[in-house]
Structures are given as structure tokens and as C-alpha cells.
């Protein structure tokens, strides 16, 4: 079992930063791929970022390209997302998922089995 703990977000204006952080705690000693998703009432989870365990491959959504930033510090279970240059459409519920062993570009929520319990991004024009 896999436990999944968030913190950051909040409220900020178009054009502001906000960074978000995710801590991975497990009984075992598997590393994880960590991905970040986010989650507007009436849609699906859709795949924002995600990073392997040794932090040397990350993938983004397009449409946070050149905006958002995932990080890790090598082979440890807590990874980070750094949110700059925000629009109205990244209000949302983010999400902290992962998913054992290394899967690269891998922004698939249904490939992923844990979770966190979500944190609320509010971005007002």
C-alpha cells in the first residue's frame, strides 16, 4: 500500500505561480513514478505531468508545456510540481498519483493505482 500526501495550492490571479508538493510514503522499498493530474467537475482525470524514479525523464501535457515544471530528487518518492504563468483553465483539483517501477511519458490516470486526496487550484482573471 502506498500512501499519498499533497500540500500547496490555493487561490492566485491569472499569470501567478504556485507550487505543489507530494510525498509518497510505501511499506516496501519500490521506487515510483509520480504524476500529477488534475479534475474539473463533470470531466475525467486529465494527465498534467509525470517524472521516473531517477528524475532523468518527464512528460507534460501540451497544455501546460513551457509552464509547468515536475521535479524529484533522484530515486526518492516525493515529487513536486511548479506551476508559473497561470491561466483560469488550470482551476481545477490536482492530483498526486503513482505507479511502481519506471514508466516513462506515462499520463494515463487509469494506469495508476494510488492516489492523494486531491488539492484545490483556483486561478481567477
Known amino acids: 500500500q502506498v500512501r499519498l500526501v499533497e500540500s500547496g495550492g490555493g487561490s492566485v490571479q491569472a499569470g501567478g505561480s504556485l507550487k505543489l508538493s507530494c510525498e509518497a510514503t510505501?511499506?516496501?522499498?519500490?521506487?515510483?513514478?509520480m504524476g500529477w493530474f488534475r479534475q474539473v467537475p463533470g470531466k475525467g482525470r486529465e494527465g498534467v505531468a509525470s517524472?521516473?524514479?531517477?528524475?532523468?525523464?518527464?512528460d507534460y501535457d501540451d497544455s501546460v508545456k513551457g509552464r509547468f515544471t515536475i521535479s524529484r530528487d533522484s530515486w526518492k518518492n516525493t515529487v513536486s510540481l511548479r506551476m508559473n504563468s497561470l491561466k483560469p483553465e488550470d482551476t481545477a483539483t490536482y492530483y498526486c498519483?503513482?505507479?511502481?517501477?519506471?514508466?516513462?511519458?506515462?499520463?494515463?490516470?487509469?494506469?495508476?493505482?494510488?492516489w492523494g486526496q486531491g488539492t484545490q487550484v483556483t486561478v481567477s482573471s
Open positions: 517524472i521516473i524514479p531517477s528524475g532523468t525523464v518527464a
Open positions: 510505501s511499506y516496501n522499498d519500490n521506487f515510483y513514478t
Open positions: 498519483a503513482a505507479i511502481a517501477g519506471s514508466r516513462p511519458w506515462e499520463l494515463r490516470a487509469n494506469e495508476y493505482p494510488y
